[in-house]
């Protein structure tokens, strides 16, 4: 099997239907609104953004966060992949009653078990939610900084692009910066070029969450490659989320051939009756990428994790073996 990673994911978004299903029966919550026949359905962002939010609700202690992250890791480790970086929410924690503290430690669990059941690797990345402002944002970032876990190696921003504009959240991802986390922020997903074009002025990010609307901006592309800024493509939920109306239309292929440093990544798997295997395959399929090609696309993920030397290094010789298991 091709040794497969990805630094994009949501925790709560990678939740498979049938354990929020019984996560509800546990707190006799409702999920009727948001799973129809063990498939979440929603119809835009907006509803997106609400099941994913009531998803998350149910997941209210420690242990409740470790079997979401061990049974996450299990299902990536069983498709051939060897590292994960995926994005937490401590402001989803508070929402379901949990400390954040406590969220970050089933969350560790949760790695730690798949870890040692399965070999696969990962860290976490705390989000704050743009939407909910700068502030808030800046309050995450605070709290990030003041409560460092081994396991937590970068700060990002997820949620609707649509609100607010990067440079008022300048002061909080200083705050991630000076804590020397690791920086991605999600644009040029909602919004366009220009939405890439100031996320990088102002926020300075290593990596940018999708920055597939860069496209429309080749001077921005140019200058994406020129810094060496990796992109963390999701290609199923651009489609899902109708960012582009097909494949054929999807820019992966004419960003890695401008020189845009691109990896491949799930997002929130089953919202987007997706996962990291299928993604792999909508590469070679959809956008005609042999075995080499997607083995580059792992080596770039790792070669832009959020991780020690050490840590680097023992992947990439995962990679030079090219096929694991
Ligand atoms: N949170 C979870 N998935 C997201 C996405 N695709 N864009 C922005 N925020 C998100
Ligand atoms: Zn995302």
Redesign the pocket.
């Known amino acids: 099997m091709l040794a497969k990673a990805e630094i994009h994911c ?1 925790i ?2 990678a939740a498979p239907p049938a354990l929020v299903e019984a996560q509800a029966r546990k707190y006799g919550a409702d999920v009727s609104g948001i799973i129809r026949d063990g498939a979440y359905f929603w119809s835009d ?1 907006t509803s ?2 609400a099941a ?1 939010d009531l998803a998350a609700s149910l997941f209210r202690t420690a242990d409740d966060c470790a079997l979401l992250a061990e049974t996450y890791l299990a299902s990536l480790a069983a498709e051939g992949a060897i590292y994960s970086e995926f ?1 937490i929410s401590i402001d989803h924690a508070r929402g379901a009653g949990l400390d954040p503290a406590d969220y970050v430690a089933g969350l560790a669990e949760g790695i730690g078990r798949a870890r040692a059941a399965c070999g696969i690797e990962a860290r976490m990345i705390v ?1 704050g ?2 939407h909910l402002g700068p502030e808030a944002v800046a309050a995450t970032a605070r709290w990030t900084a003041a409560n460092r876990h081994g396991l937590v190696t970068g700060f990002g921003m ?4 649509r609100a607010y504009h990067p440079r008022d959240f300048a002061a909080a991802f200083a705050i991630a910066r000076e804590a020397g986390l690791g920086i991605t922020v ?1 644009a040029g ?2 919004a366009g070029a220009e939405s890439v074009r100031a996320a990088l002025d102002h926020l300075r990010p290593a990596r940018i ?2 920055g597939v609307r860069a496209i429309e901006d080749a001077a921005l592309v140019g200058r994406i490659a020129a810094e060496g800024v990796v992109l963390e493509v ?1 290609p199923a ?1 651009n489609i899902a ?1 109708k960012v582009f109306a097909s494949y054929a239309d999807h820019p992966l292929r004419r960003l890695d051939a401008a020189g845009c440093r691109v990896t491949l990544n799930s ?2 798997p089953p ?1 987007f009756h997706t996962s990291l295997g299928n993604e792999y395959d909508i590469a070679r399929t959809r956008f005609g990428y042999d075995e080499a090609a997607l083995m580059r696309f792992t080596r770039t993920a790792i070669e832009a994790a959020f991780i020690d030397g050490e840590t680097r290094a023992r992947l990439l010789e995962k990679c030079a073996a090219a096929v694991i298991g």
């Open positions: 949501h709560e978004g962002f997106f953004l994913y994005f989000v939610l743009r997820a949620g609707d692009e999600h997903e909602l969450g999708h999701c939920s989320l997002d929130d919202h």
